[in-house]
């Protein structure tokens, strides 16, 4: 109800603010008997922790996870797995700048009207460090789902007017080795030279500029979703909508598809060796809200990193004009982190359809 | 679970296939003493029917709504609103030329092989049948919001590659009235015509083409919304991608924006009559997640209808090759009825968030 | 939220009022391709409707079940399946008797309050009537739970002071086949009678009196229930404490068991033919919230109903001093119609908690 | 889903094993600005932890809840709030007398089958030591509920054979100071003594004994609950038979209830001084499932605790017949520390239904 839940079956709720004393996550329903790997869980976290690399933000955050529950003996027991990260680099800092002025295109003015009460010193559940907690939830998703062969794999494909091609690949292991090796996590390597240098430009006008995830999910068995609200591609949304900053979703032909005659689009059936293929995949291997075994694929944009170098106009609590500065040290570009938690929430979505297909499959 | 239920508080669960008695809807969770009004109910189920124009199927259907429960006296009770909507037109046809048939682009296929079995007469669930249910809950949810001042106006803003100019006009009544004055429901007339005219010819060529849904949302008082998961846009992107044919989402800048820079794209705060606003609003909106008063503004893409009115190579059950050739008579493009149910799913989730939100709001 | 729906997986949502048009019930989550049997559906029913016996309601009420959907060809599609129950016997009554009082021990007060407005015509959602629906929906359970060998038994073990034996047989169809011999549905024929006389002696009265509803459950799995708040035994006593009138819930032991010692309460485990039983049963067939395998064993009390034939003091909306007439022909004793229902609700329990175990269960 | 969560607004979440890290719960939908005293909060714990008093087990842990979320300067932030308690006292012992085998009327053996695995070191979940989160959460509750003015209040009222007269006082306050006087928390002197004796009888036998707990909750708002499956009764039913031990469950006139006349059990409606009111209270303040502004009262049967300090038959793992010695030290009576469980969750079902209600009734 308050929101802070996600899933029905493989279900997690996560809570936790950026100034408070940790973050972190129960993860109820993930099947007895997976290997829990924690060193896994924290090669996550690292991709996604700030401080990596000249593009991230500078601040410096070990998030390191501690698990509480839930595992006996390197192995899931079927009961809630709690993970927790403590909140470090919270220094006593002087917030006495910003305690009653509302941020553009924060949740300050929202957070404010909604609850009567804000934590001034960081954006509470609002800041996006509360999607540590959810990258720690979706590295045990994803080795649940490892155990039945499938495959998950996100890129930047796109920041500002910067586009990437087309994958040239069809190996998600060679492109997540090629993504690892540049720091915008950009699977071509060509468009990510040019991201890089292009955002490192944007931080140095103090500016911030935004971006596009692709992600491409391999070998899920044909059932997962249901054909009415829950949908896998609407739940997939769902997910991808809610990680701070994304804009706009589409999967398979997307906003592309809209001008699309159906004789173009349509997605003809062949048998391929005994298996049951489509030779385009426009429906993004998804019809009728159910995976039909093709390559789930899909995309989401990110808007533009709203804390900024610069001066801007605003008002305070009191509704006065007023001015504010920016301080710190911020993403110019959210999307080289945001890779990993588009992964763990498309992990989240998988591993819940994955058992509730299974629960009335197997009746 | 089954996915056919939507909304927490202010719920729906719809039943019912095209090919059944009936299909229907329960309501569960509006509040009590809200003006049912009948013919408003009906006047929204005929905005969606088939057989409207000669750019919609020909198929005839009255759609009309039956009230079982839940209202006394003209107004609701606080229980169970049930909605019955029988089924007609179900001639005995012969189906045999589809009954093993995988249509493409269908949910045949990934129906047969997440239940076992499927009722071949129809799309089962997956037909946008069931939608007219939605529009009766929607009518309902639309009834609430009434009381509230909220107002919600959708309209076809794109028709293959033909895109309507952006909005001239901030009044959503003379928006309304406009949209009605033309079978495709687009409030700017030149591109009505010429979108009419389009679509006038895609079926004429046996064809179907995509499009594009627009939607404004008003008087949305600030505060609605949950911060992490369940964030307002992420319940409108899911609600809209739940429903048929929906490939994408954005809300407020959308994809555009996330090839914008921060400075660009932060919405300045101002005290405009002792409300707060902000200059611009790429935010849509929704801000962390969460109403700030300002109009709520999304669209949706829609892939073209599957049914096409030519042959094409498909499979059957056993897995052979074959032939399906289109019969009867379908929508060539879904946007013109499809208007009414982004509207209905956009009441559900603003009703549902709504009392979400006063449940917290009132403590 | 508003409670009218039941279950997570197999779930149940109800609609309806006894004064309008129908009420019925949405079965979401049965597995496809179960049988439907409707005939028995309706032998269900009949157990359960007005006007069976000299000592229940002469109200007369057909209760004839329509399924509208989720069923094709006498299989379950795994779509929901909708089943309405028409309200016949509604004569235009005056009620201008009872319109602004509050019946003593009836809804009337807290409806009234909470909602501000009530069908004074009828008990609304509060009418026994509702639990028509439940029955329905428990038989599309049954007839789940009959495919994997789950048996279900409930009979009258106590009216008033009167108490029956324990059971003197294993065989829960031999018992069922006593039970049905009798117009108060008690399986020991001496105890029946006797309370066959006494009710009847009780409505001549004008009174009214309370009773008791043993009931067995046979061949669960082991492994149904979850260890911590969905305990299977919590879950069975919400069931039964939803039921009208319910006013207690024991299982296993029950409240004898609180004042036994742990070395007489103490089941022993024993292997008796390389399956493992407990020698004796005072766990009811639950440890730890988990059906172990033994026979579920619980009871539930039942006041009486709150209609006499009698004067009663009361006051009316305006808080004044008045007298209410009982009128009409009502149960003097809830028990006999209630075995069904105690039936249903323990069938969607264990149907719920078989499809929950096995989504973790095969992961 | 997998149960360890409770409450639809007002909502906890549970973690956590006797031998792992940490226990902890994460309160979700605690309205904002809620004063959060912690010191009543660690009180609360001190109440339910071991080593109380000669009749409690003797092992010692000091419970000390930390707040790692969700408050802020001492005031609900409307987010969630987790707290954790770090498990100490796990003494690295040798459980190789009982890694492999079923202990009688524990949950073992069904923990085995249900999940494939289980920490032979502790129950799991099923451990007592769970509720303490629950007691945690529960004080959050009545933090919320003391701002309403609504007192919750549980004594033991039986103990084995031995049975409380009915409380001679209307003061809660009073009763609660009477039932601190003494180590079985019995608000009645004279019982207590009786029962104390009794109790450390049985300890000094190695045996173990059952007992009941009563509750009164008083200045509920009329309106809580909702009129079908939701009924406050049944919620409250479904939180106690969800804390261990639990085994019978009744409100209002019970069991003893069904042995009445309706002309004897109807509660009269009167008005006292502009205040409706019911002579009697057969009803429990509670009718058709929605509180009546009368007290609410319950009562509870714990069975005797199963670890015994003697030898007891039993099989292994493989099936083979054992015996099982008692070792350590356990609570030879339950109920002196599940008082202040049953308050806890009592206090979660009231702060949920009120936060519902209100959802409803201020639209």
Redesign the interface.
């Known amino acids: 109800?308050?929101?802070?839940?996600?899933g029905?079956?493989f279900?997690i709720?996560?809570?936790?603010?950026s100034h408070?004393?940790?973050?972190?996550v129960?993860i109820?329903?993930c099947?007895?008997?997976i290997d829990i790997d924690e060193d896994f869980i924290q090669s996550e976290l690292d991709k996604r922790k700030p401080g990596q690399s000249k593009i991230t933000t500078q601040r410096k955050e070990s998030d390191t996870a501690?698990?509480?529950?839930?595992v006996?003996e390197g192995?899931s027991?079927?009961?809630?797995?709690?993970i927790?990260i403590p909140n470090e680099d919270q220094r006593s800092k002087d917030y006495s700048h910003i305690q009653d002025k509302?941020r553009?295109?924060?949740?300050d003015?929202?957070?404010q009207?909604?609850?009567?009460?804000?934590?001034y010193r960081g954006?509470?559940?609002?800041s996006a460090r509360?999607t540590a907690a959810r990258v720690a939830a979706g590295a045990i998703a994803k080795l649940?789902l490892k155990q039945r062969g499938i495959e998950i794999f996100a890129h930047v494909s796109?920041v500002?007017?910067l586009e990437a091609p087309n994958l040239d690949s069809n190996n998600l292991q060679d492109l997540l080795e090629r993504r690892e090796q540049n720091i915008v996590r950009c699977a071509d390597p060509a468009s990510a030279a040019e991201m890089v240098t292009f955002i490192d430009e944007?931080r140095k006008n103090g500016?911030?500029?935004?971006?596009?995830i692709s992600c491409i999910i391999r070998n899920v068995p044909?059932?997962l979703?249901?054909?009415?609200?829950?949908?896998l591609?609407?739940?997939l949304?769902?997910?991808?909508?809610?990680i701070n900053a994304v804009?706009?979703?589409?999967?398979?032909?997307?906003?592309a598809?809209?001008?699309?005659?159906?004789?173009?689009?349509?997605?003809?059936?062949?048998?391929q060796q005994?298996q049951?293929k489509?030779l385009t995949n426009?429906?993004?291997g998804i019809?009728?809200?159910?995976?039909?075994g093709m390559d789930i694929t899909f995309k989401t944009?990110?808007?533009?990193?709203?804390?900024?170098m610069?001066d801007?106009?605003?008002?305070n609590e009191e509704?006065?004009?007023t001015t504010i500065s920016g301080k710190g040290r911020h993403d110019p570009c959210v999307v080289p982190r945001a890779v990993i938690i588009v992964e763990a929430m498309a992990a989240l979505v998988i591993a819940d359809h994955?058992?509730?297909?299974?629960?009335?499959?197997?009746?």
Do not use: C, W
């Not at 979703?225 to 829950?230: H, L, R, T």
């Not at 804009?247 to 906003?255: A, D, N, P, T």
């Not at 058992?355 to 197997?362: F, I, R, S, T, V």
């Open positions: 109800m308050a929101g802070n839940s996600f029905d079956i279900k709720s996560t809570f936790g603010e408070g004393k940790a973050i972190g129960i109820d329903g099947p007895s008997l501690q698990i509480l529950s839930g006996f192995k027991t079927g009961t809630p797995i709690a927790v509302f553009p295109s924060h949740a003015y929202t957070y009207m909604k609850y009567g009460v804000r934590d954006g509470g559940r609002s509360e649940f796109g500002g007017k944007v500016d911030t500029v935004g971006g596009r044909v059932g979703g249901e054909p009415v609200f829950d949908k591609h609407a739940d949304a769902k997910a991808m909508m809610s804009h706009g979703f589409e999967y398979g032909s997307g906003f598809g809209s001008e699309m005659f159906g004789s173009e689009h349509n997605d003809i059936f062949v048998n005994e049951v489509t426009f429906s993004g019809q009728g809200g159910i995976s039909n944009a990110f808007k533009p990193v709203a804390t900024i610069r801007q106009a605003t008002i509704g006065e004009s994955l058992l509730k297909h299974e629960a009335y499959h197997n009746a």
